[in-house]
């Protein structure tokens, strides 16, 4: 196994960015996820805002966090929101850990993806393993993943949500996407993951599969996130 593709979404919501290189720290991806879209002092995504999507979130040569080409902080991004989320939609910076939906990392694979027969990008994960036969990802849950330095605990099969349903390139929305999934998946593709010990990854790194009694010490507890479980920071 190796690693496909990397992946950063450095506004929540937004499309992301593919990398050459991440290094893994406690909070995942540095710089994933480090500004949100607020509205009415609750945090808004593309679940109920569809047309976040439509809206590219990338890195600029400084570090700095853009809008389709515009800082998140210029009034041109935050137009830009208002657009896509509705009135009183604004960009904001948070780097707390509730700023994931469950945990820092996704990790999907591409057996998984193609057994899917869409777009992994509807996934949204921030890493993708190659080399991986079916679904065999189901099986994974509790396991290790070892790149390089890098150990990635893998927690739980990810249950999916309304964000599946919309085509990354044009926005448009297909129910049965998510119907699907529910029914042949039983909601859960792709894995919901956590950095135990950093070290940098790139693409054609090998990946090994371990189970945790095969390290010399135990592996420690993520930090888990909260949007997703905390209903009263979301948008209806």
């Avoid at 210029?74 to 469950?102: C, H, K, M, N, S």
């Avoid at 792709?190 to 010399?216: F, K, M």
């Avoid at 010490?217 to 888990?224: N, S």
């Amino acid at each position: 196994m190796y690693v496909r593709e990397l992946w950063r979404y450095p506004v929540k919501s937004l499309r992301g960015e593919r990398l050459e290189s991440a290094a893994l720290a406690e909070e995942g991806v540095p710089g994933d996820r480090v500004v949100h879209v607020r509205q009415n002092d609750r945090v808004a995504t593309a679940r109920t805002r569809h047309r976040l999507l439509g809206l590219d979130g990338t890195t600029g040569p400084d570090g700095g966090v853009l809008v389709n080409g515009f800082p998140w902080d210029d009034p041109r991004a935050a137009e830009l929101i208002r657009q896509a989320a509705g009135p009183g939609a604004e960009p904001a910076w948070y780097t707390g850990p509730e700023r994931f939906d469950v945990l820092p990392l996704l990790v999907a694979t591409d057996g998984a993806i193609d057994a899917f027969g869409h777009d992994g990008r509807r996934l949204r994960p921030n890493i993708v393993v190659g080399g991986v036969r079916g679904l065999a990802e189901r099986d994974w849950p509790g396991k290790v993943l070892r790149i390089g330095e890098a150990l990635i605990g893998v927690r739980t099969l990810r249950a999916r949500c309304i964000v599946t349903t919309i085509d990354p390139d044009d926005g448009s929305q297909n129910l049965d996407v998510l119907r699907r999934i529910h029914r042949e998946f039983d909601t859960g593709l792709a894995l919901n993951c956590w950095v135990a010990h950093p070290g940098t990854i790139r693409p054609g790194d090998p990946v090994e599969l371990l189970d945790p009694s095969e390290l010399d010490h135990p592996l420690p507890e993520p930090r888990p996130g909260g949007w997703i479980v905390g209903a009263p920071y979301l948008v209806p």
